[in-house]
């Protein structure tokens, strides 16, 4: 913001801005803003400029006698607040105040005239003629001389005083926005003026400044030993005060825009400077708003108001009449009534003994008058306390519900109302009653038992019964039972018990027959046929009956040394699966899985059995698809190998090699099967996957004239199904099984049951034949081989024991 200038000289005053400048000072025809009396018109002493917002002087001519706070200035000299310049006998006071400055001239004051009196005065007289003189000249020169002396030790101790001050104290500039009227700093020792500077022994000074309109400065000021010091403060202003004078005089609060103002005893209202809204709020007069420009600096403002009310007045009556009348939780009267109302939305709620409350919803506008319509009371409910005997009854009043007994229903009084109550085992039961207004009235009513004849028959017949938990005798027999559902529970040992619900009918009769099951009959019928895998495959329930022999006898073709015969008896039921594990199966598992390639053909194709996994990982998988189906793992790893868990629980596992020669020969068939097929070797037509006239040039052993269509393993399920619906158990790949290695001499009549292999081995036991196999000796269902390690033509199939 620039700054105004107020130019006071003898022919008046003036104002002048910053584009004015230069300012001339000089006679009244010259060019010069600040006229100088005794001045020639057309001359012009000096000129006051500016230079980056600061102003200065300058003579028009060498000539010219200047005096800026008492020094000659011959080329130029700054200005600041209080300084003087005088030219001839012209004074120019420079103030600053803010950003308003004061430029006034004045003339100084003229020699006085001096007058020396008519006659000089007398002679002193002789010393005789006054009297003895006791001070002899040499005592007068004594005294002279010691006053003399006192005299020049004290100008010496105060110029040292004064050294030493200059040598301690520090310049200092207190900068005050705007400028106070007065200020003052207190400390010792004083502080010395230089101008606008301070000169200030380090230490603590207190600040004083007050200008009419701000509130008055007081501050602690530090000053150290560091060299020149600069403090500016700036001076807070004072609110304007407003005094708020309301017609008629009641308490109110006002509000500066959101925020609310404090108001005194004398209704005075301290607002900041500036226009202002102001809204004044009252308990039953509307709120008044006002724009107002506030003056600020403590100056008083008045603001008269007139209210205007913020109430209707209205009129209510009830039929009957003397009903209490409570508005917003407020009791106001009882009807009729005359009542003033604030303006809204009111809730009018009337209440008058022995009849029901009304509520009235009414809105009310300010400076009306509102005559309500009579209000009609209904005579108050009755209400009925109603129970039966048995409890728990059903109640239905006119038609609706309203519950169970004991139950307190409230009924429209004088007007009768059908009750009725139901239960089942028990008649329905009807009652009409009439309720008195405001009145209790209790009903007991009970219930007359309602019968059925029910006929049971149990198998076996000596089953025992229980009926609704209590022990009822035989389990066939005839029983005459409340019309109400019952449960009736057969049992016998060996069998599983049954439970059933019946609900008789009066007049007519139910029969019952139950059949109930034995433990394994259960059993069995609790485990499913089938099931299927998180991963998508399915496996199918195998039921062992009795022993069969595994191995080969000495006489079979092909027969090998380690296909010794072993009587075996599996006594538990297994899933198997239908199928070998595919490669987009085996991937959900290991994703990065490689099945390969062999003899030209890739092994990956999704539908393919996986190959080229070792016994441990196919171990693993099993254990990962338990854990997605929620199962316990069938495997514990130890040291990096992985182990049957003893005893073997429910999780998917590797068929045990048992399981696998009872699948693949015997179950589902009439007798054991030599081969994967009927007849002998070679087969007559397509049986499977096995060596062929397709990869004849590669291999040496191969079915005489038979070609599968494969070069390589086919994707699972191609050939013709096993009796029992399971794939690939002879040929395609060969398996892994879950036993290490080992070999049965002299067991052939030795029963062993649940065998699952040794504890321990080097390797594990592979069946089935593959797409690499074609001699009498592989594709037997008997051909036992082995391996610890992963082949290109061995996958596996799952397995796990039913629950």
């Not at 107020?6 to 584009?19: L, V, Y």
């Not at 003056?295 to 009449?321: F, K």
């Not at 538990?572 to 030209?600: C, I, K």
Request: glycine letters at 8%; a neutral charge.
């Amino acid at each position: 913001m620039s700054r105004v200038f107020f130019i006071d000289t003898a022919a008046g005053e003036r104002r002048a801005g910053e584009p004015d400048f230069p300012l001339g000072i000089g006679g009244t025809a010259s060019r010069a803003a600040v006229v100088l009396p005794g001045v020639p018109a057309d001359a012009v002493l000096a000129w006051i400029a500016l230079a980056e917002g600061h102003a200065y002087i300058q003579p028009a001519a060498d000539s010219v006698e200047l005096f800026h706070n008492h020094e000659r200035v011959l080329t130029s000299s700054w200005l600041k607040s209080g300084d003087l310049v005088q030219l001839g006998d012209s004074v120019l006071h420079w103030d600053v105040k803010g950003d308003q400055v004061f430029i006034k001239v004045r003339q100084r004051a003229s020699e006085p005239e001096l007058t020396p009196p008519p006659a000089p005065p007398p002679a002193p007289a002789a010393a005789h003629e006054t009297g003895p003189v006791t001070m002899t000249s040499a005592t007068t020169s004594s005294t002279s001389r010691r006053r003399l002396r006192q005299l020049v030790i004290a100008v010496f101790s105060l110029l040292l005083l004064v050294a030493v001050f200059v040598l301690l104290a520090t310049p200092v500039v207190i900068n005050i926005s705007p400028a106070p009227e007065t200020q003052s700093l207190r400390g010792f020792p004083p502080a010395v003026p230089v101008g606008r500077r301070l000169l200030v022994v380090p230490g603590s000074y207190t600040l004083r400044a007050t200008r009419e309109g701000y509130r008055p400065l007081e501050q602690t000021i530090e000053v150290t030993g560091d060299g020149f010091q600069a403090f500016d403060y700036e001076l807070q202003e004072l609110p304007g005060r407003v005094r708020i004078t309301l017609d008629p005089d009641v308490p109110f609060r006002i509000m500066v825009d959101t925020v609310e103002a404090l108001v005194d005893a004398a209704g005075i209202a301290e607002i900041d400077r500036g226009r202002q809204r102001l809204r004044i709020e009252t308990a039953r007069y509307l709120p008044e708003v006002r724009e107002l420009e506030i003056a600020g600096r403590g100056v008083l403002q008045e603001l008269a108001i007139t209210l205007q009310p913020a109430w209707a007045s209205v009129q209510l009556d009830s039929n009957p009449p003397g009903a209490e009348v409570v508005v917003d939780d407020v009791v106001l009267g009882t009807t009729p009534l005359a009542t003033e109302l604030l303006q809204g939305q009111r809730t009018i709620q009337l209440s008058l003994a022995g009849y029901q409350p009304v509520a009235v919803q009414q809105l009310i506008e300010a400076g009306t008058t509102l005559a309500l319509d009579v209000i009609e009371l209904q005579p108050a409910d009755g209400r009925l306390m109603l129970d039966s005997k048995p409890t728990g009854a059903t109640v239905s009043i006119d038609g609706n519900f309203q519950g169970s007994t004991p139950v307190t229903v409230a009924l429209a009084s004088g007007t009768e109302h059908r009750v009725r109550l139901s239960k089942p085992g028990y008649r329905v039961s009807e009652q009409r009653v009439t309720l008195e207004a405001d009145a209790e009235q209790p009903l007991v009513v009970e219930l007359a038992a309602e019968y059925g004849i029910v006929f049971v028959t149990s198998r076996p017949a000596d089953a025992r019964l229980k009926l609704d938990g209590k022990p009822a005798g035989k389990g066939t027999q005839r029983l005459r039972l409340t019309t109400r559902a019952h449960t009736l529970e057969f049992s016998k040992s060996g069998y599983t018990a049954r439970k059933v619900t019946v609900t008789p009918r009066a007049g007519t009769s139910r029969n019952v027959d139950v059949t109930l099951k034995t433990l394994a009959q259960a059993k069995a019928d609790a485990t499913p046929p089938k099931l299927r895998t998180a991963a998508g495959q399915q496996l199918r329930l195998v039921q062992p009956a009795g022993r069969f022999r595994m191995g080969a006898s000495r006489r079979e073709a092909g027969r090998r040394a380690n296909e010794s015969q072993r009587l075996v008896e599996l006594t538990r039921p297994f899933y198997f699966g239908l199928r070998e594990v595919t490669n987009a199966e085996y991937r959900r598992f290991r994703a990065a899985h490689d099945s390969g390639s062999a003899e030209g053909v890739s092994l990956n194709g999704d539908n393919y059995p996986v190959v080229n996994v070792s016994w441990e990982d196919a171990a693993r998988y099993c254990n990962w698809l338990s854990r997605k189906d929620k199962l316990p793992p069938a495997y514990r790893e130890q040291d990096g190998r992985m182990q049957l868990q003893i005893p073997p629980n429910t999780g998917y596992r590797l068929p045990t090699e048992a399981e696998w020669a009872y699948v693949a020969r015997v179950a589902g068939r009439t007798a054991p099967a030599r081969y994967p097929w009927a007849g002998s070797y070679p087969p007559v037509s397509v049986a499977g996957n096995f060596a062929d006239a397709r990869i004849a040039d590669t291999l040496a052993n191969v079915v005489p004239g038979y070609d599968d269509g494969y070069r390589g393993p086919a994707p699972v399920g191609s050939f013709t199904a096993h009796p029992l619906g399971f794939y690939d158990l002879g040929g395609n790949v060969a398996e892994w099984t879950n036993d290490y290695y080992a070999v049965y001499p002299g067991m052939a009549d030795k029963p062993v049951t649940d065998p699952a292999g040794p504890a321990s081995g080097d390797h594990r036991v592979v069946r089935d034949a593959s797409w690499r196999h074609g001699s009498v000796t592989e594709l037997r269902l008997s051909y036992r081989d082995y391996s610890r390690t992963a082949r290109d033509d061995l996958g596996f199939r799952i397995a796990r024991y039913a629950p």
